[in-house]
């Protein structure tokens, strides 16, 4: 859970800056100069997503106009930090840490709008928990469980303030509504898909 509501705040102030900086219609493949946020770089891990059976056309991609950045809140009380953290967020925000943590802020969000993408298709769990516990589609699950995750680290309070903007839908994903990705220096031969950007270590595809 997060412990200090006004650091997330700062973190989330900052994410939308970054994510928002541009507001035309982005190439359907995005590079690896996307802007970046300043923290730590770790390690991200290969994704293991099944190979799609299909997939409809891309979409042209378009970024919204950024909300205004928050004003910092007054720390709560711990009571209410502890309700912050529901168990659909947990998930989300495990998925974001554990597949794109060193990411640029957009590669981070497009990873978790996928799996809210998912959670509406018809082809998948309806629960962003489901999606990711789903057997064989995420490396880093084990037997249905999370690794244990530094919670006091900037990696892991990055990943909660990215999960929240791509479950609230205040930033849009340059992504769109990519239902697969893969690392870049991976190829899955997937067939009957579309690619529809490329973002710091990631592919995505329909």
């Known amino acids: 859970m997060i412990r200090n509501f006004r650091?997330?705040?700062l973190a989330a102030a900052?994410?939308?800056?970054s994510i928002g900086i541009l507001h035309a219609t982005p190439s359907l493949a995005w590079e690896v100069n996307a802007p970046t946020i300043s923290l730590p770089t770790l390690s991200a891990q290969e994704p293991s997503l099944a190979a799609p059976a299909d997939a409809a056309a891309?979409?042209?991609?378009?970024?919204?106009?950024?909300p205004a950045a928050p004003v910092p809140d007054?720390?709560?009380?711990r009571r209410a930090e502890s309700a912050a953290m529901d168990a659909e967020l947990e998930c989300l925000a495990g998925a974001v840490y554990f597949e794109a943590k060193g990411e640029p802020a957009r590669g981070q969000l497009s990873v978790a709008k996928v799996i809210l993408n998912r959670t509406v298709s018809g082809r998948f769990p309806r629960t962003a928990c489901g999606v990711v516990r789903q057997r064989g589609q995420f490396s880093f699950v084990r037997g249905g469980r999370f690794p244990a995750i530094a919670r006091?680290?900037?990696a892991w309070k990055q990943a909660v303030a990215i999960a929240r903007m791509a479950r609230d839908g205040s930033v849009e994903s340059p992504a769109g509504k990519?239902?697969?990705?893969?690392?870049?220096y991976v190829s899955?031969?997937?067939r009957g898909v579309t690619?529809?950007?490329?973002?710091?270590?990631?592919v995505f595809y329909r």
């Open 152 to 154: 006091a680290s900037a």
């Open 178 to 184: 990519a239902l697969f990705f893969h690392a870049r």
């Open 195 to 202: 690619r529809v950007a490329a973002i710091g270590n990631h």
């Open 7 to 9: 650091a997330a705040g």
């Open 74 to 77: 007054v720390p709560a009380p």
């Open 14 to 17: 900052s994410l939308v800056a």
């Open 58 to 66: 891309a979409e042209p991609v378009t970024l919204a106009d950024p």
């Open 188 to 190: 899955p031969g997937w």
